[in-house]
């Protein structure tokens, strides 16, 4: 049941943008986008619900096409505090029982 | 505070002792989730509660992992006699599960060696 993401990991300069993947053989119901820094608990960005939707704030913004049963996770204009590993979590009962992908390692430099 | 908490958050313990890590979700929330993270990996479900309804316990890798949840609140997660794969970050979570949202708020988790 775990997605399947990609690039495992990507190294950007500041002001570049970077498109990360997530893809399931299930049905979803919701596809949840959190970001993990070094040593720290993964935190909440976005929910993309059933129904295929695209959200955004700020320069992060998600897409989620039902049918493909797949999410991308954009960033644009990468900041330095963008670093991190970015996990989808994926929903294929409507119980918001989530399932992580393996993560995608982002690094951004100066 | 406000948020998930979780104890210990180091412990060290020898190869077949018995361990219990501790997770208190933020009030009111009635979904609770264990979850697994070793070094450089991502994050691997082990057990989720969801208010009355039984666990889903199909992410447990052996019967040596069990967790409960008491009073639909605190919840212990047990590991007996521990291998040294079992040595991780053991991540718990809490959500308010409705319509439209659904986040998971971590804690800072439980950091297992066994030596």
């Known amino acids: 049941q775990q997605p399947v993401q990609s690039p495992q990991a990507v190294i950007l300069r500041e002001g570049e943008d970077a498109v990360i993947n997530c893809s399931s053989s299930?049905?979803?119901?919701?596809v949840h986008w959190y970001r993990q820094k070094h040593g720290e608990a993964p935190v909440f960005l976005m929910i993309?619900?059933?129904?295929?939707e695209q959200k955004g704030h700020d320069k992060i913004s998600a897409s989620f096409n039902e049918k493909k049963q797949q999410s991308s996770l954009y960033l644009t204009a990468s900041q330095l505090s963008y670093s991190g590993t970015y996990f989808c979590?994926?929903?294929?009962?409507?119980?918001?029982?989530?399932?992580f992908g393996t993560g995608t390692r982002l690094t951004v430099i100066p | 505070g406000a948020g998930v908490s979780q104890s210990p958050s180091n412990k060290v313990t020898e190869k077949g002792k018995d361990v219990e890590l501790r997770c208190d979700p933020i009030?009111?929330?009635?979904?609770l989730y264990w979850y697994r993270q070793s070094l450089g990996q991502g994050l691997e479900f082990l057990i989720y509660?969801?208010?009355?309804?039984?666990?889903?316990k199909s992410g447990l890798p052996s019967d040596r992992f069990s967790a409960e949840r008491t009073g639909g609140s605190v919840s212990t997660l047990t590991i007996q006699r521990t291998q040294q794969e079992d040595s991780a970050v053991y991540l718990c979570?809490?959500?308010?599960?409705?319509?439209?949202?659904?986040?998971?708020?971590f804690g800072e988790g439980s950091r297992l060696t066994v030596l």
């Open positions: 979570a809490s959500s308010l599960v409705r319509v439209n949202t659904g986040e998971l708020f």
């Open positions: 299930k049905a979803l119901y919701s």
């Open positions: 993309l619900l059933k129904g295929g």
């Open positions: 979590g994926t929903d294929s009962t409507g119980a918001n029982n989530l399932f």
């Open positions: 009030s009111g929330h009635t979904a």
């Open positions: 509660f969801q208010g009355n309804s039984a666990p889903d």
